[in-house]
């Protein structure tokens, strides 16, 4: 898997248990086949007729990688594998692929409220892994705006529920980028516009939050309770959709009211430059394909940190020219690992595999042009694996 | 020209002719040097003075790859190519690089309304190969305008106009991108505003379309029609200006209103997403360097397809990684080939030989790293080569 | 540091002397290891507690790379680079690595007013070459408002400024996209307009130019003078933020108003169409990540050129591929070499040795690949690495 040439500090360095800084939970129960297929598809959507899903890079990669795990032979055709996945049942099958990650504790957005995904704890059993939680703030506001609260109390309740929730929580994560766009104004919104779109807001609670005001109001709440509990703040970035609809978990991408290029992170210069001075760090996620913007951002302020997220999983064996990007200016003290997968434990494995193989490349170019000494290498791949998460999470 | 160690089932499906689901025609007519320059420039303008297009990766590649096609050493000099295209005629060099490309069926979009550029019928009979027609909408649209019936009778005659094209063609298209960019309002203009619009219009019906209103009617118009015959419906996306501008026929990279980034396919998320419950295949165009937003969009659509268009003929060796970056995330059964090329048939041959090629090696990389296997790596190539666009046509 | 294989040609190409067509100094000044943390770091700002720049693709880089410039082995220390560079003094530093850039002729961005930093001449005489200058409009602007004069006086004393700047200059240079972006009007503004506001500008002089109508004033003045004397205009594109913030001169990156994606070359399409018919060489510098944006710019407009700038010291082996995307579209005769470099005179020679690396991988591929003859692939190094800028500058 990795390349033969590789010092063995340096493999020894890859191989080592990651944290995964930041992903969902995978679904307790076993599926049909089509429900299976819409976890591994981008979209959540079925494969049109005539096409499968197991014919995308993680498809193929699925019947490549994680066959083996589940005692098949590689490239398994889709029969076989689901066959096989269905006699093992989904509880031995997530243990398998999770421990198979080579992770030693999970960061687990908790928000999804949705009872057949495995629990943060859960997620730490079966992967042999500690666990932390992740509040999603949009979960957290959805459940303050149903609460039948009058107006003038939201604004209060909102920063209490974030503190009560923030106490348990390793990191706070924004997925404004789903809701209105990253392009939004960066100030602080006055407290008579919040409480004015509160009122609007809490006329049709069930609705999807997308009051610039309040997305803004959300963070900036957020921001204050980070700073007290010194707490990151992970922001979802790049183009999104993948994942789980099928059970009604949807991202933008097919539901959603924006598009992809709202999503670019270098949308929230302003954002990052107006929280430089609070001592909060920013954890940008996922990114692709701007990537490059992110790492940029992490170049610039001391405070902004970086992972790949699910496009590591979904690309498979092309993730490895996407790290490649990213590293092109990425400080190493900066880049972080996390799968950023949901829904099917297959991607969480893929994604720590090919993010293994895939900087395990860059760092056998980087030696063997003479760039960096193999101490140096083995060195960054400690930190892009786990050290800087235990730093910045302070696990 | 293929990686040696290609598995031969492999070799076999990648040089099967193709399906060139996007071209224009190229120019029957010989032409001089200033002329051959402007039609493989990327904006269809001249060199500046001391310097020629054939310093360019295209430029490079025509004489090393066209060249023998023509009977000529490889890297022949510029003058050398010219005097022996011009010794063997616009017809027999035609005939020879068109049927080079190896294309078992061309679908070329009539609507450039130049008459030195062959028809369908005759890029199928000079490259052995069917042809069918795609219809521009916008060159519809214009004739509707320009024939001078009032504003309330505008709609009708359009729709009318797009029914009788339709009957003949293969596919719609649209290069809104060129007119007003991608970033319109998704929904279906009210009648009002368009018999206002079309007032407007109608008033100087030469002039070039470009209100949104009027390009969002035409695409809804187009929708419909699609939706009635089982077409697909194809965008232009990405940067353009791509060749002949010096016989009239101009992209929007010298001439036109837009700038590239409008031309961005992930400024269609929302139109996509309306379209997503009426059937009608969309088509991505080219889109680079935005290819990896229309491989997203073609992951999460079911209704979602692309090609990498022009670019792969005029980045030459270098196209080989923009293909890459493509099958990041393209599912294999929404990809298709497009030559998107127009003017010069060595853009067509140029486009063939390095989808190939790019291709290949990707391929080629997959399965010395153990990820897909020969077959998988035979039927991918079959399924973008061909199968995708026969099945999305229906050819 | 060049492949094995490459042609004697293409090596002698690859290694004569370069024209740097953009830099800015360096400093004369010994610094502290948290000044030259600052210096090498993309911000400008300190590492995170904990943290080095020397953890950064540049950092390894300058361990590896500039250390036996330096007398030490590659890979020396941070601590031990820095004490030798001490040892050595700033003066013997800056020569070494300057000279140690290749490069016979520098382009330098006098604009910084920051006394610390070497003139152009200094420049040129510590690095054994030629040197020009380059006028940074917005400085000129800043003297100009700064000076006290009524509004009916500011277009004047602008133009008359300007001229005076031309006259000893080699280019005139904007950095436009670091005070309101790179999606203004591009038509030239009224008198009126202009007028008003040089108004408020003048009320409060020593604010940062931000007014649009300003900027594009100051641009079409600029087009006038670079007319008059057939100068060419350069743009600064792209992410930036990169330097010496920590003595006073800020990008964007943390102190400026704009946010990275105004900074694309795309943005400027209206602006380039604008001046397409007045003879006035536009180059756009660094754009990283929006290089391709701009090779297509260059290869549509005949009168536009562009460089790769400080992201290649910056990505530092990461940036072969980077001009490897540059190339896939940009003609050969449109491309140039600049660091785009300031600050630290390491940032100068890492651009050199990397631009030389990269473009020579990049020769080797495709004249291992049969693309390139090696005589072409040998004129092409030489277009890119001086040739070009002799003809636009008139060197």
Request: hydrophobic share 45%; aromatic share 6%; net charge neutral.
């Amino acid at each position: 898997m990795l390349p033969a040439t590789l010092p063995d500090a340096v493999r020894a360095a890859l191989l080592a248990p990651m944290v995964d800084q930041h992903c969902c939970g995978v679904r307790r129960d076993d599926t049909t086949r089509s429900g299976f297929e819409q976890l591994i598809g981008e979209g959540g959507t079925p494969a049109p007729p005539g096409t499968t899903h197991f014919d995308t890079p993680a498809g193929a990669a699925i019947r490549r990688w994680c066959a083996p795990v589940l005692g098949l032979e590689p490239h398994a055709s889709p029969t076989v594998y689901l066959s096989r996945r269905a006699e093992l049942g989904a509880g031995e099958v997530n243990r398998r692929l999770l421990r198979g990650a080579g992770v030693s504790a999970f960061l687990v957005d908790s928000g999804l409220d949705v009872p057949a995904l495995l629990s943060p704890a859960e997620m730490g059993r079966l992967g042999s892994a500690a666990a932390d939680e992740i509040v999603r703030l949009e979960q957290a506001e959805q459940d303050v705006a149903e609460a039948g609260l009058p107006a003038a109390d939201y604004a209060g309740m909102l920063r209490d529920e974030l503190a009560v929730r923030a106490a348990r929580a390793a990191a706070l994560k924004s997925v404004a980028a789903h809701h209105c766009g990253l392009g939004f104004d960066p100030s602080r919104p006055s407290r008579g516009s919040v409480i004015a779109a509160a009122g609007r807001r809490l006329a049709d609670p069930k609705s999807r939050l997308d009051d610039p005001v309040l997305v803004r109001h959300l963070l900036w709440a957020a921001v204050d309770v980070a700073r007290e509990r010194g707490l990151p703040l992970q922001f979802h970035c790049g183009l999104s959709g993948w994942g789980v609809t099928g059970w009604g978990v949807s991202g933008w991408g097919v539901s959603g009211a924006a598009a992809g290029h709202l999503t670019d992170p270098a949308l929230l210069t302003g954002f990052v430059r107006a929280l430089a001075p609070l001592g909060v760090p920013v954890v940008l996620l996922n990114c692709y394909p701007y990537h490059r913007q992110a790492a940029h951002l992490a170049g610039v302020f001391p405070h902004v940190y970086v992972d790949a997220g699910p496009a590591v999983a979904h690309a498979a064996a092309g993730s490895g020219h996407v790290l490649r990007e990213l590293l092109e200016l990425v400080p190493f003290h900066k880049q972080m690992y996390g799968s950023g997968c949901h829904g099917a434990a297959e991607l969480c494995f893929l994604a720590a595999l090919n993010h293994r193989r895939g900087l395990a490349r860059v760092l056998a170019d980087r030696i063997d042009e003479g760039e960096w000494s193999p101490a140096d290498a083995a060195r960054i791949a400690h930190m892009i694996g786990s050290g800087n998460a235990r730093r910045v999470y302070r696990l």
